[in-house]
């Protein structure tokens, strides 16, 4: 089993997919509990002696079909955010996987995706989730606080410009917030104007010049008599 770490959302996934690999043993456990609970205090009651209290997994409850199909749904929840974690944590090779371009398409990606699935919860019914009954509220409060989050943490880009200019300088994805954004214009706005002001801040200060070196290398080559 894996334990979930309060603070950490791909805990909980990983605790959630270990929990479903295993729920075989889990239930036969759990069942193996609630019979020898019951043979211990049978002839207690028939005595009519005090009953020890049950152990967690009968005073909670053991896990039924219903709290099984709610692991799962939250396992697909929470795999696009492992996904995106995934993606995002490593050195960027190659261009790819950790790669500074890759934040903001994957945030915009996380939020829209939370957005759907808000939507769909506040508008499920009986028949989108057949083996859950009335939708509870966990969903709609969960998927709530997890956009805002990922909201939270999407607006702090805005103070780093160099990772909406990897985008823009990006050849295939150079102009991809200005289609993802198209409704927020004054994301596009605010963005374009930390980037010219990056962009402004380096150009002031450009690399050093090698002219003069190379010049010093072909005078000292032609006094040699090289020509490589």
């Known amino acids: 089993m894996i334990k979930p770490v309060k603070t950490r959302w791909n805990s909980y996934h990983d605790a959630f997919a270990r929990a479903l690999l295993l729920r075989g043993a889990i239930d036969s456990i759990a069942q193996y509990i609630i019979t020898k609970y019951e043979k211990e205090v049978a002839p207690l009651i028939a005595k009519g002696k005090k009953v020890p209290p049950p152990p967690p997994v009968i005073a909670g409850g053991a896990l039924d079909s219903y709290d099984w199909d709610v692991i799962i749904n939250y396992i697909d929840i929470l795999s696009p955010i492992r996904e995106a974690t995934k993606l995002l944590e490593a050195r960027g090779?190659?261009?790819l996987h950790g790669a500074i371009w890759e934040?903001?398409?994957?945030?915009?990606w996380l939020l829209k995706?939370?957005?759907?699935?808000?939507?769909r919860v506040a508008e499920a019914t009986a028949e989108s989730y057949p083996d859950q009954g009335p939708i509870e509220d966990h969903y709609a409060i969960n998927l709530n606080r997890g956009w805002l989050k990922?909201?939270?943490?999407?607006?702090?880009?805005?103070?780093?410009?160099?990772?909406?200019?990897?985008?823009l300088l990006h050849p295939l994805y150079k102009?991809?917030?200005?289609?993802?954004?198209?409704d927020r214009p004054d994301w596009l706005i605010k963005n374009d104007a930390a980037f010219l002001n990056l962009w402004l801040l380096y150009k002031a200060h450009?690399?050093?010049?090698?002219?003069?070196s190379t010049q010093s290398q072909k005078r000292t080559h032609a006094a040699s008599g090289r020509d490589d």
């Open 206 to 212: 450009p690399e050093p010049s090698t002219t003069s």
């Open 150 to 167: 990922l909201k939270k943490y999407f607006e702090k880009l805005d103070t780093t410009p160099v990772y909406y200019a990897a985008v």
């Open 103 to 108: 934040v903001i398409p994957t945030f915009d």
């Open 93 to 95: 090779k190659s261009g």
């Open 175 to 182: 102009n991809f917030c200005k289609h993802a954004w198209a």
């Open 113 to 119: 995706l939370f957005e759907e699935r808000k939507a």
